[in-house]
């Protein structure tokens, strides 16, 4: 496999994966859990919404999470049984369901090690990029005004006066004011509320990414698999044309490291054959956004008719829909105590 010399940076969401994990989530109460819940419905009514607008956006379902070693496996296994008990349809695969799924063509050889898997109809995967698009293109039809410019400066509305606007400075020079100011401008929101007295403590963690194209067909008859694999931290995407992504690496800071690439591409060395044998078609890197000493995501109201939404770290694809509905709650309920009617700018 060739290696790319320099992998290009691309914003967090346009680095994502897309993977949905809510149902497979470790806890099972708690703000993340139901965020999760809530985000994953809806992105079913969201994606219905958008197939109406002319705007339609494939959901990919089902994950298959690999356990790696008999921890992993009992842990899985334990957690299995609770979502079972509690109605989620998740299902538990012994190591022999799993070679037999392999040895009927189901699944492609899978990494040396494996224990056994947990199967989540429910959870799955879309492309980051196709569905900001798709929630673009539909908002603008209902109305969106989209303005692309760097904000430098959030300037407060005047204490006291409910009808003043928050005002906007952007890099080219003009201004922007509006009722409402949402921030959610990933690893720079620190750096627009410190000079409202805001501190907002975010570190980077980095993550590579690759695309492979796999030589079909894997084993004898056997296209691309169902869903997705999640194999000791790693996503394997099937995409259209035989095509994989794998990612992503976890690296604290803002450089890529050329080892954590090379042990994603053989999966620290338990890699099947028709993945070391994959070419290298595209390989790029993002920064996740991690809340320092606080759990993610940063859903919060610092000031009056200012909201915060960032530190999204690993999950920002999947819980963009419930942080969305957060922040429309909060205006809606604001709006329903002023009395104020809704001014869009
Ligand atoms: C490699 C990788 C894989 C991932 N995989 C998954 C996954 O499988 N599933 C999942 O749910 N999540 C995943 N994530 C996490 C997810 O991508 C992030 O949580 C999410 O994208 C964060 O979205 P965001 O809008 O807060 O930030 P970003 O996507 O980083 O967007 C911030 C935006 O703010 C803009 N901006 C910055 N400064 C300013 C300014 N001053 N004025 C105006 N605009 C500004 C930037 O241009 C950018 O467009 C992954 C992340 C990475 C890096």
């Known amino acids: 496999m060739d290696q790319a010399p320099e992998p290009p940076a691309r914003s967090g969401s346009g680095a994502a994966l897309g993977l949905l994990m809510a149902q497979m989530y470790q806890r099972s109460s708690g703000r993340g859990w139901r965020l999760r819940q809530r985000s994953l419905a809806l992105l079913q009514e969201w994606q219905g919404l958008l197939a109406e607008a002319g705007q339609p956006v494939e959901l990919r379902r089902g994950l298959l999470l690999l356990a790696s070693g008999a921890d992993e496996w009992q842990r899985q296994q334990r957690l299995g049984s609770q979502r079972q008990a509690k109605g989620f349809p998740l299902e538990l695969r012994s190591r022999s369901d799993l070679q037999a799924a392999v040895a009927q063509g189901a699944l492609p050889e899978l990494p040396q090690g494996v224990e056994g898997g947990l199967w989540s109809p429910q959870d799955g ?19 969106l005004r989209e303005i692309s410019g760097r904000v430098t400066a959030l300037r407060p509305p005047p204490p006291g006066d409910p009808q003043a606007q928050w ?10 004011s509006g009722d409402w100011v949402l921030v959610c401008a990933g690893l720079a929101s620190p750096s627009l509320l410190e000079p409202l ?8 963690v980095l993550g590579q990414a690759v695309e492979l ?16 694999l999640v194999w000791q931290g790693v996503n394997l995407v099937p995409r259209p044309g035989g095509r994989l992504w794998l990612g992503a690496s976890l690296e604290p800071g803002t450089k890529a490291d050329p080892e954590a690439l090379k042990t994603l591409l053989s999966l ?19 920064l996740r956004c991690r809340p320092v000493g606080r759990p993610a995501p940063l ?5 009056p008719r200012l909201l915060l939404l960032s530190g999204h770290y690993r999950n920002g694809i999947l819980l963009g829909p419930a942080s969305a509905e957060w922040a429309a709650q909060r205006i ?6 002023t009395g104020q009617s809704y001014r869009p700018t």
């Not at 005002?167 to 922007?176: E, I, K, P, V």
């Not at 809606?332 to 105590?337: I, K, N, S, V």
Request: glycine share 12%.
């Open 125 to 143: 995967q879309l492309d980051p990029g196709a569905w900001a698009a798709a929630l673009g293109a539909a908002a603008i039809q209902r109305g």
């Open 167 to 176: 005002q906007l400075d952007l890099a080219d020079g003009s201004q922007l």
């Open 197 to 204: 007295g805001i501190e907002l403590p975010l570190e980077a």
């Open 213 to 228: 194209q796999l030589a079909l067909p894997l084993a004898p008859g056997q296209d691309p698999w169902a869903g997705c």
């Open 268 to 286: 620290g060395g338990t890699a099947p054959a028709w993945l070391r044998n994959a070419e290298l078609v595209s390989h790029w890197q993002g």
């Open 299 to 303: 859903l919060e109201q610092p000031l």
């Open 332 to 337: 809606a309920d604001a709006m329903a105590t």
